[in-house]
Protein backbone atom coordinates (compact mmCIF):
# COMPACT_ATOMS: atom_id res chain seq x y z
CA UNK A 1 0.00 0.00 0.00
CA UNK A 2 1.36 3.46 -0.81
CA UNK A 3 0.24 4.87 2.81
CA UNK A 4 1.32 3.81 6.36
CA UNK A 5 -1.21 3.68 9.23
CA UNK A 6 -0.32 3.34 12.42
CA UNK A 7 -0.56 4.63 15.78
CA UNK A 8 1.14 8.16 16.70
CA UNK A 9 3.98 8.46 19.70
CA UNK A 10 3.34 12.07 20.19
CA UNK A 11 -0.50 12.74 19.26
CA UNK A 12 -1.88 10.75 22.33
CA UNK A 13 -2.85 7.77 20.20
CA UNK A 14 -4.33 9.47 17.31
CA UNK A 15 -4.16 7.49 13.88
CA UNK A 16 -1.54 9.05 11.44
CA UNK A 17 -1.43 8.52 7.60
CA UNK A 18 1.43 9.57 5.37
CA UNK A 19 1.25 11.88 2.08
CA UNK A 20 4.10 12.12 -0.05
CA UNK A 21 6.11 11.29 3.16
CA UNK A 22 4.22 13.57 5.15
CA UNK A 23 2.95 12.53 8.42
CA UNK A 24 -1.48 13.83 8.51
CA UNK A 25 -3.15 13.00 11.97
CA UNK A 26 -6.85 11.25 10.88
CA UNK A 27 -8.37 13.52 13.28
CA UNK A 28 -11.37 15.84 13.54
CA UNK A 29 -12.58 18.74 15.04
CA UNK A 30 -13.29 17.54 18.51
CA UNK A 31 -10.51 15.25 18.68
CA UNK A 32 -8.30 18.04 18.11
CA UNK A 33 -9.86 20.55 20.62
CA UNK A 34 -9.36 17.22 23.09
CA UNK A 35 -5.58 17.05 22.16
CA UNK A 36 -5.62 20.88 22.63
CA UNK A 37 -6.96 20.59 25.95
CA UNK A 38 -4.51 18.13 26.90
CA UNK A 39 -1.70 20.14 25.69
CA UNK A 40 -2.76 22.94 27.84
CA UNK A 41 -3.07 20.49 30.75
CA UNK A 42 0.44 18.79 29.91
CA UNK A 43 2.80 22.29 30.82
CA UNK A 44 4.88 21.40 28.05
CA UNK A 45 5.48 23.06 25.13
CA UNK A 46 3.20 21.25 21.91
CA UNK A 47 3.36 22.13 18.06
CA UNK A 48 0.35 21.70 15.85
CA UNK A 49 0.53 21.82 12.32
CA UNK A 50 -2.19 22.52 9.94
CA UNK A 51 -0.79 20.92 6.33
CA UNK A 52 -2.70 21.86 3.43
CA UNK A 53 -1.71 20.32 -0.04
CA UNK A 54 0.80 23.23 -0.66
CA UNK A 55 2.57 22.90 2.58
CA UNK A 56 3.37 19.07 1.48
CA UNK A 57 4.06 20.29 -1.81
CA UNK A 58 6.15 22.48 -0.37
CA UNK A 59 7.93 20.20 1.91
CA UNK A 60 8.83 17.74 -0.47
CA UNK A 61 11.88 20.02 -1.50
CA UNK A 62 12.39 21.17 2.01
CA UNK A 63 13.43 18.66 4.32
CA UNK A 64 13.50 20.89 7.37
CA UNK A 65 9.87 21.95 6.80
CA UNK A 66 9.32 17.68 6.48
CA UNK A 67 10.70 17.15 9.18
CA UNK A 68 8.95 20.06 11.05
CA UNK A 69 5.77 18.35 9.83
CA UNK A 70 6.38 15.05 10.67
CA UNK A 71 7.59 16.04 14.53
CA UNK A 72 4.83 17.66 15.11
CA UNK A 73 2.63 16.80 18.00
CA UNK A 74 -0.71 16.87 15.40
CA UNK A 75 -1.13 17.41 11.86
CA UNK A 76 -4.85 18.34 11.16
CA UNK A 77 -5.91 18.44 7.31
CA UNK A 78 -6.01 21.81 6.67
CA UNK A 79 -7.85 21.67 2.95
CA UNK A 80 -9.82 19.68 0.36
CA UNK A 81 -6.66 18.61 -1.53
CA UNK A 82 -5.41 16.74 1.22
CA UNK A 83 -8.36 15.43 1.95
CA UNK A 84 -8.88 14.61 -1.95
CA UNK A 85 -4.95 12.77 -1.76
CA UNK A 86 -5.95 10.92 1.24
CA UNK A 87 -8.98 9.64 -0.64
CA UNK A 88 -7.14 9.01 -3.34
CA UNK A 89 -4.20 6.58 -1.28
CA UNK A 90 -7.41 4.84 0.10
CA UNK A 91 -6.41 6.31 3.40
CA UNK A 92 -9.37 8.48 3.98
CA UNK A 93 -9.51 11.18 6.36
CA UNK A 94 -12.17 12.43 8.72
CA UNK A 95 -12.77 16.26 8.04
CA UNK A 96 -11.09 19.07 7.34
CA UNK A 97 -9.62 20.46 10.29
CA UNK A 98 -8.54 24.44 9.07
CA UNK A 99 -6.28 26.26 10.88
CA UNK A 100 -8.29 29.29 10.94
CA UNK A 101 -11.71 27.12 12.00
CA UNK A 102 -9.42 25.64 14.38
CA UNK A 103 -7.87 29.20 15.65
CA UNK A 104 -11.53 30.55 16.25
CA UNK A 105 -12.22 27.16 18.17
CA UNK A 106 -9.10 27.72 20.73
CA UNK A 107 -10.27 31.43 21.12
CA UNK A 108 -13.89 29.89 22.57
CA UNK A 109 -11.63 27.38 24.16
CA UNK A 110 -9.64 30.28 26.52
CA UNK A 111 -12.82 32.06 26.96
CA UNK A 112 -14.21 28.81 28.82
CA UNK A 113 -10.95 27.34 30.19
CA UNK A 114 -9.12 30.69 30.81
CA UNK A 115 -5.91 30.18 29.03
CA UNK A 116 -4.19 32.80 27.44
CA UNK A 117 -3.38 33.30 23.99
CA UNK A 118 -0.63 35.25 21.90
CA UNK A 119 -1.27 36.44 18.39
CA UNK A 120 2.15 37.34 16.66
CA UNK A 121 2.15 37.77 12.79
CA UNK A 122 0.32 39.36 9.96
CA UNK A 123 0.69 43.96 8.61
CA UNK A 124 1.01 46.03 11.90
CA UNK A 125 -2.00 46.12 13.26
CA UNK A 126 -3.70 42.99 11.80
CA UNK A 127 -3.27 41.06 15.25
CA UNK A 128 -4.53 43.09 17.84
CA UNK A 129 -7.45 43.60 15.60
CA UNK A 130 -8.37 40.29 15.08
CA UNK A 131 -7.87 39.96 18.74
CA UNK A 132 -10.06 42.13 19.65
CA UNK A 133 -12.67 41.09 17.55
CA UNK A 134 -12.72 37.43 18.44
CA UNK A 135 -12.70 38.63 22.40
CA UNK A 136 -16.02 40.42 21.90
CA UNK A 137 -17.23 37.09 20.00
CA UNK A 138 -15.77 35.45 23.00
CA UNK A 139 -15.78 37.13 26.26
CA UNK A 140 -13.61 36.13 28.45
CA UNK A 141 -10.93 35.32 26.21
CA UNK A 142 -7.42 35.88 27.39
CA UNK A 143 -5.51 37.69 24.89
CA UNK A 144 -2.02 37.65 26.54
CA UNK A 145 -0.15 40.20 23.76
CA UNK A 146 -0.35 40.88 20.56
CA UNK A 147 2.77 41.32 17.45
CA UNK A 148 2.63 41.75 13.80
CA UNK A 149 4.85 39.43 11.88
CA UNK A 150 6.62 41.71 9.94
CA UNK A 151 10.48 41.65 11.30
CA UNK A 152 13.22 40.75 9.94
CA UNK A 153 14.79 36.81 11.08
CA UNK A 154 17.35 38.71 13.23
CA UNK A 155 14.82 39.71 15.63
CA UNK A 156 13.42 36.54 16.02
CA UNK A 157 15.05 35.46 19.48
CA UNK A 158 13.87 39.01 20.31
CA UNK A 159 10.39 38.30 19.75
CA UNK A 160 10.01 34.82 21.28
CA UNK A 161 11.19 36.53 24.51
CA UNK A 162 8.03 38.62 24.50
CA UNK A 163 6.18 35.78 23.93
CA UNK A 164 7.68 33.97 26.68
CA UNK A 165 7.36 37.62 29.38
CA UNK A 166 3.87 38.14 28.51
CA UNK A 167 3.02 34.02 30.21
CA UNK A 168 1.23 32.98 27.19
CA UNK A 169 0.11 29.08 27.61
CA UNK A 170 -1.00 29.20 23.88
CA UNK A 171 0.79 31.25 20.28
CA UNK A 172 -1.04 31.63 16.79
CA UNK A 173 1.22 32.56 14.34
CA UNK A 174 0.21 33.74 11.23
CA UNK A 175 3.52 34.62 9.18
CA UNK A 176 2.80 32.22 6.48
CA UNK A 177 4.57 29.00 5.68
CA UNK A 178 7.33 27.95 5.92
CA UNK A 179 8.22 30.93 8.20
CA UNK A 180 5.73 30.28 10.50
CA UNK A 181 6.43 26.58 11.05
CA UNK A 182 10.19 27.27 11.34
CA UNK A 183 9.79 29.88 14.41
CA UNK A 184 7.43 27.53 16.19
CA UNK A 185 9.89 24.71 15.83
CA UNK A 186 13.01 27.01 16.93
CA UNK A 187 11.46 28.18 19.76
CA UNK A 188 8.57 26.75 20.99
CA UNK A 189 10.36 25.52 24.40
CA UNK A 190 11.55 28.97 24.88
CA UNK A 191 8.35 30.73 24.91
CA UNK A 192 6.67 28.86 27.93
CA UNK A 193 3.04 28.40 25.41
CA UNK A 194 1.83 24.94 25.75
CA UNK A 195 0.30 24.65 22.37
CA UNK A 196 1.69 26.80 19.33
CA UNK A 197 0.07 26.77 16.08
CA UNK A 198 0.85 28.62 12.34
CA UNK A 199 -2.33 29.80 10.67
CA UNK A 200 -1.27 31.54 7.83
CA UNK A 201 -3.91 34.46 6.60
CA UNK A 202 -5.89 34.00 9.44
CA UNK A 203 -5.71 37.23 11.23
CA UNK A 204 -6.48 38.75 8.03
CA UNK A 205 -9.97 37.03 8.14
CA UNK A 206 -10.64 37.64 11.50
CA UNK A 207 -9.52 41.78 11.44
CA UNK A 208 -12.21 42.02 8.57
CA UNK A 209 -9.10 42.90 6.69
CA UNK A 210 -10.42 39.69 4.01
CA UNK A 211 -13.41 37.65 3.59
CA UNK A 212 -13.38 34.33 4.24
CA UNK A 213 -15.00 32.25 1.02
CA UNK A 214 -18.75 31.59 1.57
CA UNK A 215 -19.75 28.32 3.36
CA UNK A 216 -20.71 26.80 -0.23
CA UNK A 217 -17.19 27.60 -1.52
CA UNK A 218 -15.96 26.20 1.40
CA UNK A 219 -18.10 22.49 1.25
CA UNK A 220 -17.71 22.57 -1.94
CA UNK A 221 -13.80 21.91 -1.29
CA UNK A 222 -14.40 25.15 -3.85
CA UNK A 223 -12.44 27.62 -0.57
CA UNK A 224 -9.49 28.06 -3.16
CA UNK A 225 -11.16 29.47 -6.72
CA UNK A 226 -12.97 32.27 -4.05
CA UNK A 227 -9.43 33.00 -2.82
CA UNK A 228 -8.02 33.28 -6.42
CA UNK A 229 -10.56 35.55 -7.64
CA UNK A 230 -10.35 37.91 -4.43
CA UNK A 231 -6.73 38.11 -5.20
CA UNK A 232 -4.91 36.93 -8.75
CA UNK A 233 -1.65 36.70 -6.93
CA UNK A 234 -2.26 33.38 -5.06
CA UNK A 235 -2.04 31.89 -8.24
CA UNK A 236 1.15 30.17 -7.05
CA UNK A 237 -0.25 28.83 -4.33
CA UNK A 238 -3.45 27.59 -6.44
CA UNK A 239 -1.45 26.19 -9.34
CA UNK A 240 0.55 23.66 -6.57
CA UNK A 241 -2.92 21.82 -6.28
CA UNK A 242 -2.65 20.01 -9.59
CA UNK A 243 0.47 19.85 -9.15
CA UNK A 244 -0.04 18.17 -5.91
CA UNK A 245 -2.64 15.65 -7.20
CA UNK A 246 -0.47 14.45 -9.65
CA UNK A 247 2.23 13.16 -6.81
CA UNK A 248 -0.28 11.60 -5.14
CA UNK A 249 -1.29 9.45 -8.11
CA UNK A 250 1.95 8.90 -8.75
CA UNK A 251 2.57 7.55 -5.07
CA UNK A 252 -0.52 5.57 -5.68
CA UNK A 253 0.59 4.02 -9.11
CA UNK A 254 4.34 3.29 -7.54
CA UNK A 255 3.33 2.47 -4.28
CA UNK A 256 6.04 4.05 -2.41
N1 LIG B 1 3.06 37.64 6.87
C1 LIG B 1 3.80 38.07 7.95
N2 LIG B 1 5.13 38.27 7.79
C2 LIG B 1 5.76 38.07 6.61
C3 LIG B 1 5.00 37.61 5.51
C4 LIG B 1 3.64 37.39 5.67
O1 LIG B 1 3.28 38.25 9.04
O2 LIG B 1 6.98 38.27 6.54
C5 LIG B 1 1.62 37.41 7.05
C6 LIG B 1 0.72 38.05 6.01
O3 LIG B 1 0.47 39.41 6.34
C7 LIG B 1 -0.52 37.17 6.12
C8 LIG B 1 0.05 35.80 6.49
O4 LIG B 1 1.40 36.04 6.93
O5 LIG B 1 -1.35 37.63 7.16
C9 LIG B 1 0.15 34.82 5.34
O6 LIG B 1 -1.05 34.64 4.75
P1 LIG B 1 -1.24 33.59 3.56
O7 LIG B 1 -2.68 33.53 3.25
O8 LIG B 1 -0.26 33.89 2.46
O9 LIG B 1 -0.80 32.26 4.31
P2 LIG B 1 -0.41 30.86 3.76
O10 LIG B 1 -0.90 30.77 2.35
O11 LIG B 1 1.07 30.76 3.87
O12 LIG B 1 -1.11 29.94 4.69
Redesign the pocket.
Known sequence: MATTEKSDNLGDGIPRISILGVKVNRVDMTGTLDAITRFIASGTANMIVTA?A?MIAMAQDDADLKNIINEADLVTPDGSGIVKGAKILGTPLAQRVSGVDLAREMCRMSAEQGFSIYFL???PG?ADAAAQNLSRTYPGMKIAGTH???FTPDRDSEIASLVKASGAQALLV????P?QEKFIKRYMHDMGVCVAMGV??S??VFSGKVKRAPKWFQDHGLEWAYRLCKDPSKIK?VSVLPKFLMMVYKERLLGK
Request: zero cysteines; hydrophobic letters at 30%; aromatic letters at 10%.
Open positions: DSGAEVDGYAMGIRGGFDK
